[in-house]
């Protein structure tokens, strides 16, 4: 779904300890990967497991607070998380975070198990804010992206019962206009942070 090309600059949030990254640098595309977590347990572990790819000047892996992107406008050519949106202090706000990052053309793909599997799942509480396509769509339609796509997904799993069970899951593919201005970003982010203090924050 990244559609990954040529020296591409790779930005995921939340990889986890990145066991994941050789499927990503592994394909002879000189590409650059970064990726940001908010557990120093899983940066730690991925430095550890990526050491060479870190040594070799592919990958960083960095901490963060989870609301801001530590870099600067127009930066990736690719944004992926898998399974953060649950988490997202002010989602709007972090959207276009994601957005002001990423270059003009680039692509953003967000991965989520659908809200009618968590519901599911034993250890889902309400620390999670669940999505379904109806929600996913708003949120994604109020921010700048185009070309927005969203696809509902089945893959079968082992439970941790030991049950094989189908896990509907949802893949959102966005790119950011081609020719974005600048002004255009300053007007999501103060728009987002208005939204931000009408919530209390």
Not at 27 to 32: F, I, S
């Amino acid at each position: 779904a990244l559609k990954i090309t040529k020296r591409n600059r790779i930005l995921e949030i939340g990889p986890g300890n990145g066991q994941h990254l050789g499927e990503i640098l592994g394909r002879g595309l000189d590409t650059r990967y970064f990726g940001l977590d908010i557990s120093e347990t899983m940066i730690a572990e991925a430095k550890q497991i990526n050491k060479k790819f870190i040594e070799g000047r592919k990958a960083l892996f960095e901490l963060y607070n989870g609301k801001s992107i530590p870099f600067v406008h127009n930066f990736f050519d690719r944004i992926l998380t898998v399974n953060t949106i649950y988490f997202w202090d002010t989602p709007e706000f972090f959207l276009n975070e994601l957005y002001r990052v990423l270059k003009p053309g680039g692509i953003m793909v967000i991965t989520f198990v659908h809200a009618n599997t968590m519901r599911s799942l034993p250890f889902v509480d309400d620390s999670f804010e669940l999505y379904d396509i109806p929600r996913s769509t708003k949120l994604v339609s109020g921010s700048g992206f185009t070309n927005i796509d969203i696809q509902t997904k089945t893959e079968r799993v082992q439970s941790k019962d030991g049950e094989i069970v189908d896990r509907e899951y949802l893949v959102i593919s966005l790119q950011k206009k081609k020719v974005a201005l600048e002004k255009e970003q300053d007007t999501l982010i103060k728009k987002s942070l208005r939204k931000r203090k009408c919530h209390g924050h």
